[in-house]
């Protein structure tokens, strides 16, 4: 099977790089049906889920608790939720082709070989995408947009670290960087589409 | 104009791709043409040039001597290179659609807004690479190519640095990183050129 992970700064459009991508491929793609995937194995809410998997296995266990304690409770959970993951990512992954955006499944998948694709972009761009996405009532400031953008990365940088001994977002962890910024992202997907088959071509001749 | 610069660590085949993408896409190809256009305008020799070119204003000048002596013939000789550089870069930019390949084009030629390409690979690769060039007599070890590699992309980040407080190679600072390890480069290229298109369509529209 052919995989592409996309890791990606928040408000960077990789996810819809991941979606057009998919679809100009006409490959199976997951997103969010990683977290439901998981719930449905675990009988357990699928917003926890999410919320957990975007958290490092020790960062919900109040700190004078100790990182000793490996079998509480709550790292236990986390562990577990960890295991379905792979579980799942592994099922997505031998099932059919496939685009798969975040949840580290770069590291995860990485003996399946993925083509690793990373989206990045200038603050000024991540700021007005997410603004676009705001709703009706919601008027963030341009300064807490970035607060949030640059605490959500945090996040991931965390979780990513704790998979891979490299810096999430440093270059030579992935195959191609795409810098988003000022790009209307539907007019360069099926260039990264093309260059994807050349890839998958290459490695599987 | 539209132009493309690549920046490229040394044995990453940044220079091949360069001039397959400039024959995908029928535009100019400039690479060593840059040392011979300054050489001619100075009346000096291109070896000499190029030697020059790649190392900053001051590294040629003794310590002892001092950075502050700033009309050093030494030093002058260097800046004037710099100034027919630039002039140089200015006529091929202005002249066609181009590629050109490193001497910091992307930079001094940063009001042209040219499509920033990064290519990179792994160590493994760059050595392979780059003992396939040795010619017959030459027999590097992988260690002894290993320092050169990282000698002459240490020259490259000096040379950068002085253009722009940014580090050469972050990915920041180019629109698409290019990691060609273990890749086919004749094969990518369509695809890096579709890319190419659709990112000028975007900036041109």
Chains 1, 2 share one sequence.
Not at 130 to 138: I, L, N, R, T
Request: proline share 2%; hydrophobic share 40%.
């Amino acid at each position: 099977m052919n995989i592409i992970t996309i890791s990606r700064e928040f408000g960077s459009g990789g996810r819809e790089i991941g979606k057009r991508l998919a679809d100009a491929l006409g490959w199976a793609y997951y997103d969010k049906e990683i977290e439901i995937g998981i719930a449905r194995r675990m009988n357990m809410d699928e917003n926890f889920i999410a919320g957990a998997i975007d958290r490092s296995v020790t960062a919900n266990i109040p700190l004078h608790f100790g990182r000793t304690i490996a079998n509480s409770y709550a790292m236990k959970q986390q562990v577990d939720i960890l295991v379905e993951k792979q579980r799942v990512l592994e099922e997505f992954a031998t099932a059919s082709d496939c685009v798969i955006v975040g949840r580290a499944a770069d590291v995860i998948l990485s003996e399946y070989e993925p083509l690793k694709i990373f989206v990045y972009a200038d603050m000024e761009y991540k700021i007005n995408r997410c603004q676009g996405y705001a709703e009706v009532g919601e008027n963030p400031t341009r300064r807490e947009m970035e607060k949030a953008i640059k605490k959500i990365d945090s996040g991931r940088m965390k979780y990513h670290s704790m998979f891979l001994d490299a810096d999430w977002g440093d270059k030579r962890h992935y195959h191609l960087c795409v810098n988003t910024s000022g790009i209307e992202i539907k007019k360069i997907v099926p260039a990264i589409a093309q260059y994807a088959r050349c890839w998958f071509d290459n490695q599987n001749k």
